[in-house]
């Protein structure tokens, strides 16, 4: 499940950052490797905070790693936060945009993803997304925080 306001008995176990990165009324998502956990789903980059890490710092690390690509921490802007509840645990996610004016080249990691695509919320419907992320990208398209270029 997941939710905008913290519930009164949520305990996080970790934090992690996504990128709701657009170009053109598109998103990108990323196909999580077999090997990783939630495989072989769609998902923003991003990840786990660090030790000592700052979600803003997490998000500009996790768009470098996982797709090569170099953003400076001022070109992100913070959307929302969402407080989620797995079986494993609970957890906090902080969502951050980044428009782009260009399409960029984007460089998979090995091991991590084996594809990515640019898609709009409504293609991302037909995709085997990550648990609960087609909750937060139909969230951010209602909002209007999300795929408002054209």
Do not use: N
């Not at 460089?107 to 997304?129: F, N």
């Amino acid at each position: 499940m997941i939710f905008l306001e913290k519930p009164e008995d949520f305990s996080p176990i970790m934090e992690a950052s996504g990128c709701a990165m657009e170009y053109q009324g598109r998103v990108l998502l990323l196909f999580r490797h077999v090997s990783r956990p939630r495989p072989m789903t769609w998902g923003f980059p991003g990840g786990k905070l660090e030790r000592g890490e700052s979600p803003l710092d997490a998000v500009v690390r996790e768009v470098r790693e996982e797709t090569g690509l170099i953003f400076g921490s001022e070109e992100f802007s913070f959307l929302t936060t969402f407080y989620v509840r797995w079986p494993e645990g609970d957890f906090i996610y902080h969502v951050f945009r980044l428009a782009l004016q260009d399409l960029p080249m984007v460089r998979l990691c090995e091991g991590e993803h084996t594809e990515y695509r640019w898609a709009t919320p409504d293609e991302s419907k037909d995709l085997a997304v990550i648990k609960d992320g087609d909750h937060v990208i139909r969230y951010l398209a209602d909002e209007q925080l999300l795929c408002t270029a054209s």
